[in-house]
């Protein structure tokens, strides 16, 4: 039986020891299917009746005292009979029941709160997500439909001998994508590099991370000018660095 909001109230009624009737029957087989919210909500509300029942006062108030209000209401007010004890009972424990369905309703407004939150938070990582896809797509599209798009494959060098890579690139364009498998992850405070040799010299195109598997799909808008003679990838500090320092973990040449 799944669970919805009438369940809620049934536990409410149930905490407060309201006769439920023929619901009875329906909010124990509920409770029975192991309901976690059901019996959270349970436990919570007949804890938060006894301590407020225990707070209500068990005797009249002072004769006084009544009389002082009741004579700020008019003479006639003043001339009623003296509340018992019984009465004064009774409204402790309505005020309880106030208390606590109050208490109910606010438990259940919290948790859809926290509810919309979590959906909210879904929905933006998602977009952000669907964001960031169609940019890589624009970018590939921009690499990949070029006419002058050329392939390199890349080898691994220790200390990632495994590791493989593919870069496309348009000089036209002054953009590249590189494909790569099998590298390690690596600490936060370290980044692959990914480098392009001009006449001789490594120009920094970018640096990107991997993810769990150690796969990463990297878009670079930073080629130089025509004239690409190689490629390597290093591993260095967080943000990269202008000249490589670190170890070469792929490298290749054009065909």
């Known amino acids: 039986m799944d669970h919805n909001e009438r369940h809620e109230e049934l536990v409410a009624a149930v905490a407060l020891g309201m006769p439920l009737g023929a619901d009875r029957a329906e909010l124990e087989a509920h409770l029975r299917e192991g309901c976690a919210r059901c019996e959270e909500l349970l436990a919570d509300l007949r804890t938060a009746a006894t301590a407020l029942g225990a707070s209500a006062p068990a005797a009249a108030p002072p004769p006084e005292l009544r009389e002082k209000i009741l004579g700020s209401l ?21 005020a309880a029941l106030f208390a606590v369905v109050v208490l109910f ?52 060098k220790d200390p990632q001998p495994r590791a493989r890579a593919r870069v496309f690139w ?43 598997q150690g796969r990463a799909l990297f878009e670079s808008t930073d080629f130089p000018e025509p004239g690409v003679e190689n490629f390597a990838v290093t591993i260095e500090p967080r943000g990269g660095v202008p000249a490589p320092t670190g170890p070469i973990v792929l490298v290749g040449s054009p065909a």
Do not use: C, H, I
């Open 74 to 94: 008019g003479p006639s007010l003043a001339r009623t009979r003296p509340a018992s004890a019984t009465a004064w009972r009774v409204l402790a424990a309505a």
């Open 170 to 212: 348009s000089e036209r364009a002054r953009r590249g994508v590189l494909v790569a498998d099998n590298l390690a992850p690596l600490p936060a405070d370290q980044q692959y590099e990914l480098w392009v040799f001009v006449k001789g010299k490594p120009v920094n195109a970018g640096v990107f991370d991997v993810d769990a």
């Open 105 to 156: 309703d606010d438990a259940r407004l919290r948790r859809q709160r926290e509810e919309l939150r979590s959906q909210t938070s879904q929905l933006a990582t998602r977009l952000q997500s669907a964001e960031t896809e169609l940019a890589q797509r624009v970018l590939r599209a921009r690499v990949l439909e070029s006419d002058d798009v050329r392939m390199l494959v890349l080898g691994g």
